[in-house]
C-alpha cells in the first residue's frame, strides 16, 4: 500500500485547494452543472463518458462493476455534474463535497484502505487543471471534456471508497469464506446515499463515519491504525538489524543474559511495552549479571517488557525470550498494519444485523466474546478451534443459535472413520469401538449389535459415540445450523487450554466453560421446563451429568446472532493492540488477492469440499 506522499505533492495538493477556496460557487437546485451555457455541453460530455466502463485517467481504468451505478446517478441529475459547480466559465470549481471527498481520498490509508485505489496521487493535477480552466474561462472542447473526466473520475471513486467501507473489497465468498456479502451490497444504495447526504454535506468525513461497522472493537482497531502507519513509518526510515536468534539454546530468564539487550529495549520501547525511561540494567543492580557486560543482562525490567509484548501477541506470557518471542518482535511494522487492514476488511464483510453479534469468536485469538442485549461484554472465555496442520481449518461464517444439547451423541462424519477410526479397528479389532464407547447404528438409526472390520472400512453403518463424560463433544452443545456441521461444544479435554496454540480440534469450535456458556444461553432464554423457575448453575449441571436423559435438545425462543471470524490483529476492550498469529493463510489469500487490484473477486461463492464432512469435533 503507497500511504506516503511527497511533499511536492502535498504541497501542490495544498496550492490547490487554496486556489479554489478564493473562487465562490452559485448552487443549483441538484448542484453542479445541469445547462449549457456560453457554448458548452458538459451534460452530453458526460454522457458520452459514462456510456463505457472504461475511464482511461483512472489508476484502475476498469469501472464496470459500477458502471450502471454511475450511469444513474447522473440521470437522476439530468447527465449535470455531480462535484463541478458555476454559472459561467470564469466561476466553475469544485464544491465543498468535492474536496472533503478527495481529502478522504488522501487519508484512505487510515482506514485500511488503499489511497491509490481513489486515485489520491493524481487530484492535485486534476484540481490544478479546473483552477487553470475557471482562471482562462476556458470552454473549449478539451476544457469541458476534462470538467466532465473530473466529475466522473470523483464519482466512480466515490463509489468504489464508499463501497469499499462499507462492504470490503473482496467477496469473501471466493475465498470460501461463508458471508453474504451479495446480499449485503444488494440493500446498500450507494447513489442515495450521495445524493441524498454526500454531495450537500458540510462534514463528508461524518458520513463516511456513519456507515462504518458500529462495533467497539472494529473502532479500536481503526483507531490504532494511524499510530502504527506512524511506527512503521518510522521503522522503515531507520531500519535496524533484526534482533539476533538463540540458534536452538534455550529461552533466556530474568537474571540471564542477551547479546542485544540495547536493542531488545529499543524494540519494546517502540510500541510501549516497556516505558521510554527505562535504561539496561547495571551489574549492580542484577546480582546475576555481574560477571556480564552491563549491555547484555536480561534484566527483571526487560522481562516485564517481554511479557506485555507476549500478552499481545498471543505468545505464553511468561517473560523468557525464546525464540517465538524474538521472532515475532521482528516482524516488521509494515505488515502489521497489513494485518490491521486486512482485519477491518473483514469487519466490513459482516452482514449489518451480525455487525455486534451476541456470540463473537476470533478464531487466531483463540477467544470467545459473548454481550448482553446492551451489547456490553458479559465474559470471555478460551476456546479450541480447527487445526491448521490437519486440514480440519474452522470456517468463517455467521448464522443464528437455535439450540443447546445436552449429553450429546457424537455422529462421526465419513471422513474421520476413513482416517482415524479403520486404521485403529484394523489394528486392534471391532473390540475397539467399544472400548472407546462408540456404537453402530444402520440407516434406520437402529444399533448394531455385531459387524466386521469390513462393515467398518466400508462404511456400511454409522458410528456414533456414546453420551458422557468421555464423548468429545463433552456434556453440551451449542447449534447453529449450518452445511459445515461446525457447532460449539464442550471437551473432556480440558488439558488443551493450557496450550497457547489451540487448533486441535476437527474443525468445531471447543469451549473452555461450556456450563457458564449453557446458563448464560438458557437462563437469559427460558425457564427450567422441570421446576418453571429460570436455569440456574445447579440445573445446568444436573442436565449435563443427568444419565438417563441423553441427546435432550432445548429451542432457543430467541436464536443468537454468531460470528466465527478470522482477525490476526484486534484492539480490545480497552484499546490495547493485539496481533495473531496467521493460523490458516487467510491472510495471505486475502493480500494476494487484494495485489491483482481493481476490479476486485466479486465472484460467486466456492465451497471448500474438504469442510463439508459431516458432524465434526
Known amino acids: 500500500m503507497n500511504t506516503q506522499h511527497t511533499t511536492a505533492t502535498r504541497l501542490t495538493f495544498a496550492l490547490s485547494l487554496a486556489l479554489l477556496s478564493l473562487s465562490g460557487c452559485k448552487h443549483h437546485a441538484k448542484g453542479g452543472i445541469t445547462a449549457a451555457f456560453s457554448g458548452t455541453d458538459y451534460p452530453g460530455q458526460i454522457q458520452a463518458i459514462t456510456t463505457t466502463s472504461q475511464l482511461a485517467d483512472l489508476r484502475w481504468p476498469n469501472y464496470s462493476e459500477y458502471q450502471q451505478k454511475v450511469q444513474d446517478l447522473y440521470n437522476g441529475r439530468d447527465s449535470g455534474t455531480a462535484w463541478i459547480d458555476g454559472d459561467k466559465a470564469s466561476e466553475i470549481a469544485p464544491t465543498s463535497a468535492a474536496t472533503q471527498m478527495i481529502q478522504i481520498f488522501t487519508d484512505a490509508a487510515q482506514k485500511g484502505l488503499d489511497p491509490e485505489d481513489y486515485d489520491a496521487s493524481r487530484w492535485p493535477a486534476r484540481l490544478q487543471r479546473?483552477?487553470?480552466?475557471?482562471?482562462?474561462s476556458d470552454t473549449s472542447s478539451d476544457a469541458q471534456r476534462d470538467v466532465a473526466q473530473f466529475d466522473v473520475a470523483l464519482t466512480v471513486c466515490a463509489i468504489r471508497y464508499l463501497s469499499d467501507l462499507h462492504l470490503g473489497r473482496i467477496n469473501p465468498q471466493t475465498l470460501n469464506f461463508d458471508i453474504d456479502v451479495p446480499g449485503k451490497r444488494a440493500a446498500f444504495d450507494v447513489v442515495k446515499l450521495l445524493n441524498d447526504q454526500v454531495l450537500s454535506s458540510s462534514d463528508v468525513a461524518n458520513v463516511v463515519a456513519s456507515i462504518e461497522p458500529q462495533n467497539p472493537l472494529y473502532k479500536n482497531t481503526e483507531a490504532a491504525l494511524p499510530h502504527y502507519l506512524e511506527l512503521a513509518k518510522q521503522q522503515d526510515a531507520n531500519p535496524t538489524d533484526p534482533l539476533p536468534g538463540l540458534n536452538g539454546a534455550k529461552p533466556i530468564e530474568a537474571g540471564g543474559h542477551y547479546a542485544a539487550t540495547d536493542a531488545l529495549?529499543?524494540?519494546?520501547?517502540?510500541?510501549?511495552?516497556?516505558?521510554?525511561?527505562?535504561?539496561s540494567a547495571s551489574p549492580a543492580n542484577d546480582a546475576n549479571a555481574a560477571a556480564k557486560p552491563a549491555s547484555t543482562a536480561y534484566t527483571k525490567a526487560l522481562a516485564d517488557g517481554v511479557k506485555k509484548f507476549q500478552g499481545r501477541h498471543g505468545l505464553t506470557v511468561d517473560g523468557k525470550l525464546g525464540q517465538g518471542t524474538i521472532d515475532a518482535m521482528n516482524v516488521p511494522l509494515h505488515d502489521r498494519v497489513k494485518s490491521i487492514d486486512d482485519a477491518l476488511e473483514r469487519w466490513r464483510w459482516l452482514p449489518d444485523n451480525y455487525q455486534q453479534p451476541r456470540v463473537f469468536v476470533n478464531l487466531p485469538e483463540f477467544m470467545l466474546?459473548?454481550?448482553?442485549?446492551?451489547?456490553?461484554?458479559?465474559?470471555?472465555?478460551?476456546?479450541i478451534d480447527g487445526e491448521a496442520k490437519g486440514f480440519h481449518d474452522t470456517p468463517m461464517f455467521v448464522r443464528l443459535m437455535r439450540y443447546v444439547v445436552?449429553?450429546?451423541?457424537?455422529?462421526?462424519?465419513?471422513?474421520?472413520?476413513?482416517?482415524?477410526?479403520?486404521?485403529?479397528?484394523?489394528?486392534?479389532?471391532?473390540?475397539?469401538?467399544?472400548?472407546?464407547?462408540?456404537?453402530?447404528?444402520?440407516?434406520?438409526?437402529?444399533?448394531?449389535?455385531?459387524?466386521s472390520v469390513s462393515d467398518i472400512e466400508h462404511l456400511r453403518y454409522a458410528v456414533r459415540q456414546k453420551p458422557g463424560p468421555k464423548n468429545s463433544l463433552g456434556l453440551v452443545k451449542f447449534l447453529f445450523p449450518n452445511e459445515y456441521d461446525v457447532y460449539m461444544h464442550s471437551t473432556p479435554e480440558l488439558f488443551l487450554f493450557n496450550l497457547t496454540r489451540r487448533d486441535r480440534s476437527h474443525g468445531c469450535v471447543r469451549l473452555q466453560h461450556a456450563d457458564q456458556m449453557a446458563l448464560w444461553v438458557l437462563g437469559g432464554d427460558q425457564k427450567d421446563p422441570e421446576n418453571q423457575t429460570r436455569w440456574d448453575a445447579d440445573s445446568i449441571h444436573d442436565a449435563m451429568n443427568a444419565e438417563d436423559e441423553n441427546n435432550k435438545t432445548y429451542g432457543l425462543k430467541t436464536p443468537l446472532p454468531v460470528v466465527l471470524t478470522y482477525m490476526t490483529a484486534m484492539a480490545d476492550e480497552d484499546g490495547t493492540m493485539h496481533f495473531f498469529n496467521d493460523i490458516y493463510g487467510y491472510d495471505k489469500d486475502l493480500n494476494t488477492a487484494l495485489a491483482k487490484g481493481r476490479p476486485y473477486a466479486q465472484g460467486p461463492a466456492k465451497i471448500n469440499p474438504t469442510l463439508v464432512a459431516g458432524e465434526t469435533e
Not at 130 to 136: G, H, L, N, T
Not at 267 to 274: K, N, P, T, V
Not at 369 to 383: C, E, I, P, Q
Open 130 to 136: 479546473i483552477a487553470d480552466i475557471r482562471k482562462k
Open 265 to 279: 529495549l529499543t524494540r519494546l520501547q517502540l510500541e510501549g511495552d516497556s516505558d521510554a525511561s527505562e535504561t
Open 369 to 383: 466474546r459473548a454481550y448482553g442485549t446492551d451489547h456490553s461484554l458479559a465474559f470471555k472465555m478460551l476456546v
Open 406 to 451: 445436552f449429553r450429546p451423541y457424537w455422529n462421526l462424519p465419513p471422513s474421520i472413520i476413513k482416517k482415524e477410526i479403520v486404521p485403529h479397528v484394523q489394528k486392534s479389532g471391532i473390540g475397539y469401538l467399544t472400548s472407546h464407547d462408540y456404537e453402530m447404528t444402520d440407516h434406520s438409526g437402529k444399533v448394531v449389535t455385531s459387524a
